[in-house]
């Protein structure tokens, strides 16, 4: 190849690449201004409109190619972004704040496939209400605050909260079948998801080990008297045999 051509290849490469920027620039301060619509106080505002605006704005950015190495400097700021250690996934969660205390937690997961970018929710609408699954479905509703890479996939971390005076953290865990992300059922009772649940004047202690492949946490069990899930002297471990996790319980040392 001539050094003329090959310059001029390269120059068209760069010239693609920095209109992928600013296009994308672009779309992510279009974006940012329905965010900020969505966080103001304004009183005639369509909440769950403006809402639903912002969720399928975003799923459509991400679900377009020059995405996937757009960082999204300003968005960050307002929405927590995760990314893998190996960077094949990405997590998108914001919270709607519906009104008052209501929040509406919400997180996209993107990852890439040799057909493109594939984006879905974690929080799978359908899924949540329909009453007949199991109750920790409905702990879904969550920030992905940290991606571990664990076994053959990913076990992600969230957080969020169903008032009542609880919070909690969830944990589900993903595989690449196929080039799709599926959600594997390895918790107790065959679940795909775990629900740590504690009242908010406690702080969390759950810890993900991923070179033992354990999770720890302090026990929590419902009062029923008061109505509120409290701790015990008792310590919690999760401990996966390869194909499911196996629950342990024994007494904090002293």
Known sequence: MKPKTFFLLLFSAFSLSMFAQ???????????KTLLKLRSNDQEMDL?????????TLKTILSKEESWHYKFPEL??????KQSKDKKIRTFSWDSRMGGSWHTLNTFIQHETENGLHVFSLQNKKVLDNEELHANEAYRDAVIIDIHTFHNGYLLEGFGTHGSGHHHKV???????????????IFENNQSIYVFLIPRKYDFDLEVNVE???????????????GFYMPTEKQVILTFDGKKFNKTIKNKKP
């Open 48 to 56: 769950e409109k403006v809402s639903i605006q912002f969720e399928n």
């Open 76 to 81: 960050r700021k307002y929405i927590d972004i």
């Open 22 to 32: 600013i296009n994308m620039k672009a779309e992510e301060a279009n974006l940012l």
């Open 171 to 185: 944990l589900t865990y993903y595989e690449l079948v196929n080039e799709k992300l599926i959600r594997k059922e």
């Open 212 to 226: 033992t492949k354990t999770i720890t946490h302090s026990e929590f069990v419902m009062d029923n008297d008061i």
